[in-house]
T-cell receptor, first 112, second 114 residues
Framework: NAGVTQTPKFQVLKTGQSMTLQCAQD?????MYWYRQDPGMGLRLIYY???????DKGEVPNGYNVSRLNKREFSLRLESAAPSQTSVYFC???????????FGSGTQLSVL | AQSVTQLGSHVSVSEGALVLLRCNYS??????LFWYVQYPNQGLQLLLK??????LVKGINGFEAEFKKSETSFHLTKPSAHMSDAAEYFC????????????FGTGTRLKVLA
């Protein structure tokens, strides 16, 4: 049972570089989410997808884009990385909106 | 709009003492409320969930939470702390207002003293 799989687990970028964080779930969930976790700030919602084909901004969407590629996959793209985007990123999914979240193991991103 | 406020970023209790972690929510629609726990270097796991109905919700590992609409609170308690309870705890709210967002509080780190 893989659950929610995030890749990569660790990444170091230079300012201005781009990258895509990948997330896939094998639970046939409808809703998927991207969060960032910073010390003292909890988890902040970047983008979410309530169902396949839809995406919406969360609390901190600036500097990020997302793609709900299909029901399984929800990717997060940083077009031009900035040091302020140094964080731990979590992908999560739920069977439907408002239900229990299942989390991936996280991606630790450092932007130098 | 929905939001949650967790009072106390750090809480220390002695082993065997009562654990009380505070959460207040704001929601313009009937909320779903959750408590999650995060152990070091791991993702979050669900402790318990409130939807509608009973105000006292029982979760895993002996935790429970009481929903008080009049106080807009959803505090987490455990009668007797164990060393293994040391972790970070997050309150979260979700509710339909056009779409569902899922908003977390800033977290409370629980330390259990021997």
């Amino acid at each position: 049972n893989a659950g929610v799989t995030q890749t990569p687990k660790f990444q170091v970028l230079k300012t201005g570089q781009s990258m895509t964080l990948q997330c896939a779930q094998d639970m046939n969930h409808n809703s998927m989410y991207w969060y960032r976790q910073d010390p003292g700030m909890g988890l902040r919602l970047i983008y979410y997808s309530a169902s396949e084909g839809t995406t919406d901004k969360g609390e901190v969407p600036n500097g990020y884009n997302v793609s709900r590629l299909n029901k399984r996959e929800f990717s997060l793209r940083l077009e031009s990385a900035a040091p302020s985007q140094t964080s731990v990123y979590f992908c999560a999914s739920s069977e439907k909106s408002g239900e229990k979240l299942f989390f991936g193991s996280g991606t630790q991103l450092s932007v130098l | 709009a929905q939001s949650v406020t967790q009072l106390g970023s750090h809480v220390s209790v002695s082993e065997g003492a009562l654990v009380l972690l505070r959460c207040n929510y704001s929601s313009s629609v009937p909320p779903y409320l959750f408590w999650y726990v995060q152990y070091p270097n791991q993702g979050l796991q669900l402790l318990l969930k409130y939807t509608t109905g009973a105000t006292l919700v029982k979760g895993i590992n002996g935790f429970e939470a009481e929903f008080k609409k009049s106080e807009t609170s959803f505090h987490l308690t455990k009668p007797s702390a164990h060393m293994s309870d040391a972790a970070e705890y997050f309150c979260a709210v979700s509710g339909y207002s056009g779409t569902y967002k899922y908003i977390f509080g800033t977290g409370t780190r629980l330390k259990v003293l021997a």
